[in-house]
């Protein structure tokens, strides 16, 4: 836990962890920002983990007009922080929060 966010931290056993990577985005959070904002930290984790990483982004913003699809805000991308690395893949997804409950409409 640190400056407003969480990450998930799954130790199965010693020696062994997963972490999720967890912000929240005030404004919409289309593929590019949370690519250009977040992978890098989200691609931290290789040394203590499994070759994969998880990024999970809270979208905060607007959402009075709607909610796209999930399939449209979850996505794969390959990512290696510097070029001699191995490249690891990250699961991403972009999440609705703050929504308003059905009986404020």
């Known amino acids: 836990m640190a400056s407003g966010r969480t990450d998930v931290t799954y130790t199965p056993q010693p020696g ?3 972490v999720i990577e967890v912000k929240r985005c005030k404004a ?3 593929p590019e920002l949370v690519e250009r904002d977040y992978l890098a930290q989200a691609a931290n984790y290789r040394a ?3 070759p ?3 990024l999970l982004v809270g979208d905060h ?3 009075q007009v709607g909610y796209s699809d999930f399939g449209d805000r979850e996505w794969i991308t390959s990512y290696a922080r ?3 690395e191995v490249p690891r893949l990250i699961v991403i997804g972009v999440l ?3 929504r308003p409950t059905p ?3």
């Open 28 to 30: 919409k959070a289309p």
């Open 96 to 98: 609705p929060i703050g």
């Open 48 to 50: 203590t983990g499994p």
């Open 82 to 84: 510097i070029i001699t």
């Open 52 to 54: 994969f990483g998880m």
């Open 61 to 63: 913003s607007n959402h």
């Open 103 to 105: 009986s404020a409409f």
């Open 16 to 18: 062994r962890r997963f």
